[in-house]
């Protein structure tokens, strides 16, 4: 590990200006992602701020959503009762994410940004376009079993490996960010980037930009579902997964949301299937029409062709679970 | 041994002994023995599978703060074992086995050691370690298992059997005949392996390492260095689970003792989990082909059973994998060949159950896929080939209860609820299964020394020089101890893990409890043997006896035909102003036994389980485990024991698979986040069910080994489990969602 220098800041100004002020300064929350990366030699920040004294972890509701802040953790969120009555999807996510000891560290703000684990990015030793931009992407023709099938690159074929952020994107969450520049708000799907050229982003936040909560609106879904297939019961990640927020009334889907986990660079939102559902009936039948929908366009490569059928099962079941 | 002793009777707790010290923190393991003056080391390893170094670039790395050396290949001191030894037979030399760290510049795996980075702090010496770089002569590799076996030329013969006919399934009624895949998987125990070695002068050393056998490394450590073995003092009081990666020495303990010589310091060397992969063995990746032919009765006609698996191109390494089908069940004409794939990576090694743990999972799967064909129940087709005697050698087993074993699991699974048509039960719209398999391993009795210290004060110190990985040794031990003396458990302490003591076996092929605890027999023999003639001799009631005339009794001396008189040994000590008396005893090897008996210890592990029917889920609902073990010591580590290999057995069929990028030649989920072991999510409830006969030959206590047969077995079993939920029968472990999916 290279020595880099620590920092304490309880506010939000003063942690944005200790992050301007040196160039490779990162911010640490829970450090479950940033220092893992550190011992492997995958990031080497010069400095880290560390923010979790900032007074941002309240989760708090109005009329119109529910504000959760970035510092958070990802057990407080889960269990929450605004958040397990009006979001269950969510916490549902939370709980399928990580083991129980990382979710009990890991914040809201830390959980969107973390790194992919695809195993090329985290060993140095080896070829990998978004640790090392021209480097080369070893999964491609290495090993990719845990990789996309939607919105891959010829440079990069990673994936997001967050739960939290599938059911956030379904939600139509928001990212409340604070920079140098001023506060923003992002729609989460946003949020986000497809790796494209420049795998080496992972989202839209700006330089200095520090996330300081997320907003979910307040909604009508009165079916909720997230479902995970994974190759152990947990600690491990999303082969796929699909969240699921229905408003069904007299059993015609009124309103659907829909994205997936596993299959692609950021939480993939499944746009063309909630279009397909609304107005159709809550059925095994439409959900398996919609299963083809969603999977349609994914391309598979030697290992993780099995996503395809997988993905396409995955969405039948989550639907179906979400009505029973 | 006297007469009285009733092992049934178990009248005493059996806890841990070392449970308090293990779960306080106050047990110290290889890496936690703190010493003065201790510098901290940190391999560099290679990024390429297989050419040379050409150039090390070690000039930043010396001059970062608090290096104190950075020893490889130019720069290594000469070690007597590392050097070939002559070729010329007339000439004896010890030449390491293995890896020979630091030697030459050699690559031969990825993940290699070609540098080991001493400084005064761990984190220092990992900064340093980063900064160490190698340019390389890179050559062609392989790396792929799938790829070499097809290769003829790469193949090593490792021993052909014939029985009978050659390939006589093939004239049978009924035959099936298949392939079989099992990854690489690793042992990967919580206890990371970890050496501290510590120079006194030019000659003599200690070293506290994780290591099962004490005296195999002392061994190995006197003569690859040249040293005497007095002078060689290994400690391993407490081990951290190791399953078979601590049976022998890796290149981490040699190059820590070099170290320490170099530094003049005592040197503490841990390796990280990624290095676990790299340098500690595995179980090998393994490809089988069997074929099994009945009759329409399910009499077997022939068997037909052929390996391979991969080795390391610096070193051989084999084990029995197509040997159980050589014996396991009664078949007249059997016969098996085995080869080795030689690739570049590091060497495997025995991991629990080494062998039939491979084995059985062809053997098992195919005779389950007989049993469909035949339309036999698989537990009757297992009966109906049952081995009265061994198939090969034709000698009456020691004792065999496997025919319980059956009969226990049956019941407590449920075996009447199992459908016989594979995907025709559900529950609330899952997939339902049950599966069984059965398990064996060697039994037998090897060498071992122990010495027991009664004192006056009514305790007993028991000691050997063996290891106590995690399966409970020193807890029966100490209960062997309490029952043939008749004192408390928390009279007796047993001494283990250190070279001092009196030579111990290596622990390992589920050995420990009988061969020390043989030895721990003749210890309380001897014990009472003393202490009956020190009453004769000194005491004036005895003085008319014979020693057949006392008889020793929960701590008692009495006359046999006047049991008023008596006195206690602790009296009769301090009478004769010894503070304790002291025996050593040594029980040897069970080679006269073998000659005239098969040894083996059974398991039978039943397995009901869902399957989702869509997304190919799986989840475990029940194992019962059962097993012939002979008469069960202690029964609470026995059973978690047993438990331990389920859940090692749950992750050989479902969850465990190293995966090797063949580009690059480089392992790429070394670590414990893509390596998956099972979690507690994916454990169910695991019944341990034991036989519980004393096997009359082969020690005096009754009991043949665990350790192996709690594993060997599991992974057909849910594989077989899986076939009779769903009909899909899945040949290449592990069984992962994907290959269920329909």
């Not at chain 2, 022939?302 to 080795?311: F, K, L, R």
């Not at chain 2, 039978?604 to 190919?616: E, R």
Request: aromatic fraction near 8%; charged fraction near 20%; hydrophobic fraction near 40%.
């Amino acid at each position: 590990m290279i020595n880099f220098e620590f920092v304490r800041t309880s506010t939000v100004k003063n942690a944005i200006a200790a992050l301007s002020k040196t160039p490779g300064a990162q911010f640490i929350a829970g450090g479950t992602n940033l220092v893992d990366l550190m011992k492997k030699g995958v990031a080497a920040p010069k400095r880290l701020i560390d923010i979790n004294s900032l007074p941002l972890r309240d989760i708090t509701s109005d009329s119109k959503g529910i504000l959760i802040g970035a510092l958070a953790l990802n057990s407080e969120v889960a269990e929450h009762p605004l958040i397990k009555n009006k979001l269950s999807l969510l916490a549902k996510a939370l709980d399928a994410g990580a083991s129980a000891q990382l979710r009990n560290m890991a914040t809201i703000g830390g959980n969107i940004l973390q790194r992919t684990r695809c195993s090329y990015f985290n060993d140095s030793t080896m070829p990998c376009n978004k640790r090392e931009p021209g480097s080369g992407c070893g999964a491609k023709n290495g090993y990719h079993r845990m990789h996309a099938v939607f919105g891959a690159s010829d440079k990069c074929i990673a994936v997001h490996p967050s739960d939290m952020c599938v059911a956030l994107a379904a939600l139509d969450a928001v990212v409340h960010t604070a920079g140098p520049k001023g506060e923003r708000k992002v729609l989460f799907a946003d949020f986000h980037r497809l790796p494209g050229d420049n795998p080496e982003l992972d989202h839209h936040l700006q330089p200095g930009e520090l996330i300081t909560g997320i907003y979910v609106p307040a909604n009508s879904f009165n079916k909720q579902h997230y479902l995970k297939i994974r190759d152990r019961a947990s600690y491990a990640f999303a082969l796929v997964s699909v969240a699921v927020a229905l408003e069904v009334t007299d059993g015609i889907i009124k309103n659907a949301k829909l994205s997936m986990g596993g299959v692609a660079h950021k939480p993939w939102r499944l746009i063309s299937t909630e279009q397909f559902l609304v107005g159709k009936a809550a059925s095994k039948e439409t959900f398996t029409e919609a299963a083809a929908v969603a999977m349609t366009g994914a391309v598979g490569l030697t290992h993780n062709r099995f996503k395809i059928k997988m993905g396409k099962a995955a969405v039948r079941e989550a639907l179906l679970q979400a009505i029973r | 041994m006297d007469k009285e002793i009733n092992y049934t009777e178990s009248y005493f707790a059996d806890d841990r002994v070392d449970g308090i010290e293990k779960v306080t923190g106050k047990a110290k393991f290889a890496a936690e023995h703190p010493l003065a003056e201790m510098a901290y080391a940190v391999f560099v390893c290679s990024t390429i599978p297989k050419g040379a170094i050409k150039n090390m670039v070690l000039y930043e790395a010396r001059n970062a703060p608090g290096v104190l050396d950075i020893i490889y290949y130019l720069n290594c001191p000469t070690i007597p074992g590392h050097r070939p030894y002559d070729k010329d037979p007339n000439k004896k030399g010890f030449e390491w086995r293995g890896l020979k760290v630091f030697n030459d510049n050699i690559i031969y795996s990825n993940g290699q050691p070609i540098a080991l980075v001493i400084a005064d702090t761990l984190e220092r010496a990992v900064y340093a370690a980063s900064l160490v770089k190698a340019e390389y002569v890179t050559e062609d590799f392989i790396t792929d298992f799938e790829k070499g076996k097809k290769d003829e030329a790469l193949l090593k013969k490792a021993g052909d059997y014939k029985r009978g006919e050659a390939d006589a399934y093939k004239t049978a009624a009924v035959f099936v005949e298949d392939e079989y895949t099992i990854p690489i998987e690793t042992h990967n125990p919580m206890e990371l392996h970890a050496t501290t070695a510590v120079w006194e002068g030019d000659n003599k050393l200690t070293v506290y390492d994780k290591s099962q056998g004490p005296k195999g490394t002392q061994a190995e450590l006197a003569r690859n260095f040249g040293l005497d073995e007095k002078n060689v003092r290994v400690v391993t009081e407490y081990v951290g689970g190791a399953f078979g990666s601590a049976l022998r020495s890796w290149p981490h303990v040699p190059a820590a003792v070099i170290a320490a010589r170099k530094v003049k310091r005592p040197v503490k060397l841990v390796l990280t989990r990624e290095q676990m992969f790299t340098m500690v063995g595995y179980r090998p990746h393994a490809w089988q082909k069997i074929a099994i032919g009945a009759g329409k009765d399910g009499k077997l006609v022939g068997i037909s059973h052929h390996a391979i698996s991969n080795t390391s191109t610096y070193e051989d390494f084999s084990e029995g994998i197509v040997g159980v089908s050589q014996f396991l069940y009664d078949c007249p004409n059997v016969n098996t060949s085995y080869k080795l794939l030689p690739l570049n990576i590091n060497t495997p090694t025995w991991m629990r159950g080494p062998g039939p743990a491979t084995g059985c999972f062809a053997l098992e799967c195919a005779l389950d896929d007989l049993s469909y064909k035949l339309n036999i129940d698989p537990i009757e087709l297992r009966l109906i080939n049952y081995a009265e005697v061994h198939p090969a050698s034709k000698l009456p087993w020691t004792s065999k209860f496997l025919k319980e074993c059956y009969a226990l699991g049956k019941e407590k699974i449920g075996w009447h609820n199992r459908a016989a048509i594979p995907g025709s039960l559900k529950e609330n719209g899952m997939l339902v299964g049950y599966g069984m398999a059965g398990g064996v391993f060697g039994a037998g009795r090897g060498q071992a020394a122990a010495k027991g210290i009664l004192k006056s004060d009514g305790s007993l110190v028991l000691q050997s020089a063996v290891s106590d990985m995690g399966p409970g040794t020193s807890t029966a031990m100490v209960t062997i101890g309490a029952e043939l003396m008749g004192l408390p458990m928390n009279k007796i302490k047993f001494e283990l893990g250190d070279t001092d003591l009196p030579p111990g076996p290596t622990q390992g092929g589920s050995g420990s409890t009988s061969a020390v605890g043989a030895a721990i027999n003749a210890v309380c023999d001897s014990l009472k043997q003393t202490l009956k003639e020190m009453a004769i001799q000194q005491v004036p009631a005895f003085s008319t006896a014979k020693p057949e005339d006392v008889q020793y009794k929960k701590g008692m001396l009495f006359f046999k035909s006047d049991k008023t008189i008596s006195i206690s040994y602790t009296d009769l000590l301090q009478q004769s102003g010894k503070p304790e008396i002291e025996v050593i005893k040594d029980s040897a090897r069970a080679s006269a036994e073998a000659q005239k008996y098969a040894m083996h210890s059974f398991s039978v592990h039943f397995v009901k389980l869902q399957v989702h029917p869509v997304t190919g889920v799986i989840r475990l609902e029940h194992i019962v485990s059962t097993a012939d073990a002979g008469k069960i010591i202690t029964p609470k580590p026995a059973r978690s024991q047993m438990v331990g290999g389920a859940v090692g057995g749950i992750g050989m069929a479902l969850t465990e698979e190293v995966v090797i990028d063949h580009h690059f030649g480089r392992y790429v989920n070394s670590n414990f986040g893509d390596y998956h072991v099972p979690v507690n999510a994916d454990t169910p409830i695991i019944d341990v069910l034991f036989a519980d006969k004393p096997d009359p030959i082969i020690n005096p206590m009754g009991s043949k080994g665990i350790g192996e047969i709690a594993l060997v077995g599991v992974a057909p079993a849910i594989a077989n489990a899986v076939y009779n939920a769903t009909g899909k029968r899945v040949r290449e472990l592990p069984i992962t969602p994907d290959k269920l999916l329909s």
